[in-house]
């Protein structure tokens, strides 16, 4: 039987983090911005709450098909005020159908092929083939607007924001529920083209740098107008506060200033700090 409240349905997924892109309406197709107008708004505490509780019915089907059957396309939404103070709100697609393909294929990387054939059984793959449309999900996984990081988050992705960004630590009761960091698109990009530099010029080897080349290649794409959201879910328990955006920071203004030492010095407390996570993750 599936979880009967809906926070149940959250607490036991795995802790899980998105970095989501919000754009403004004028960024979607004309026939995606007459379906935006005519869906029901929800908050992000009523999405998270139908995502979780619309994962746990495709995960306890009474025949194992961990994919989505017929979904129509929704749409989070994100207020916020405009260079001119006006307040117009941005959108961003769930796209279940791409990201859980993605997911799939991760797990098919991960896994011994006869296990993954027992969680995502061959004949589950056979029948979500055949109901993809092949033209909406290329154009989802050349624009997705949502990456998601499982038990811990890739440290690239602190290079978009800084301590003082636009912070919402949301609380359900006595519990931290999530935080939710927002920036503006444009500010984000050169956070990130600053530390792509930094990263040629000091540690061009490092694996950092191909994560963050990655990042701003799949950033190239949206609307210089959008908003992008770090959203920590579950981790936020966890790890919050996390310092991790300014010790990336740090990091990069030692290499910068041709100092090994106290670039180390960040690094490791960057590392230290998302162990605790990563082991939950192995225990689980």
């Known amino acids: ?20 892109v919000f754009e403004p309406l004028r960024a979607f197709p004309v026939a995606e911005r007459e379906q935006i107008a005519a869906l029901p708004q929800h908050t992000a505490e009523e999405w998270d709450r139908l995502e979780a509780s619309a994962l746990w019915q495709r995960t306890l089907r009474a025949v194992t098909d ?3 059957h017929g979904n129509s396309e929704y749409f ?11 307040p117009h709100t941005l959108y961003c697609p769930g796209q279940l159908q791409a990201r859980t393909l993605l997911a799939a294929e991760q797990v098919e990387e991960s896994l011994r092929t006869e296990v993954f054939d027992l969680l995502v059984p061959p004949a589950a793959r056979q029948a979500n083939a055949s109901r993809i449309d092949t033209e909406r999900l290329a ?7 949502t990456r998601t990081a499982t038990w811990g988050i890739p440290l690239s992705w602190f290079a978009l924001f800084r301590e003082d960004d636009h912070t919402e630590v949301v609380h359900e009761q006595d519990r931290l529920y999530t935080v939710r960091v927002h920036v503006p698109f444009a500010q984000a990009v050169e956070r990130l083209s600053w530390a792509i530099e930094t990263m040629v010029e000091h540690a061009p080897q490092a694996p950092l ?13 949206f609307d210089d107008e959008s908003v992008i959201e770090l959203d920590y879910g579950a981790l936020a328990e966890i790890i919050w506060p996390d310092d991790s955006a300014s010790d ?3 990091g990069l203004q030692a290499l910068e200033d041709a100092d090994p030492t106290m670039a180390a010095a960040a690094y490791r ?15 689980n």
């Open 76 to 86: 989070r939404t994100l207020n916020v005020l405009s260079n001119a103070e006006q």
């Open 139 to 145: 154009a989802d996984l050349t624009h997705l607007h």
């Open 66 to 68: 961990p994919f989505p």
């Open 209 to 221: 740098f191909e994560e963050l080349g990655a990042l701003g290649s799949w950033l190239e794409s």
């Open 269 to 283: 407390r960057l590392s230290n700090r998302w162990l605790g996570p990563r082991h939950l993750g192995r225990a």
């Open 248 to 250: 990336l920071l740090h």
């Open 1 to 20: 039987m599936p979880p009967t409240s809906p926070a149940a349905h959250l607490e036991l997924l795995p802790a899980t983090a998105h970095l989501r």
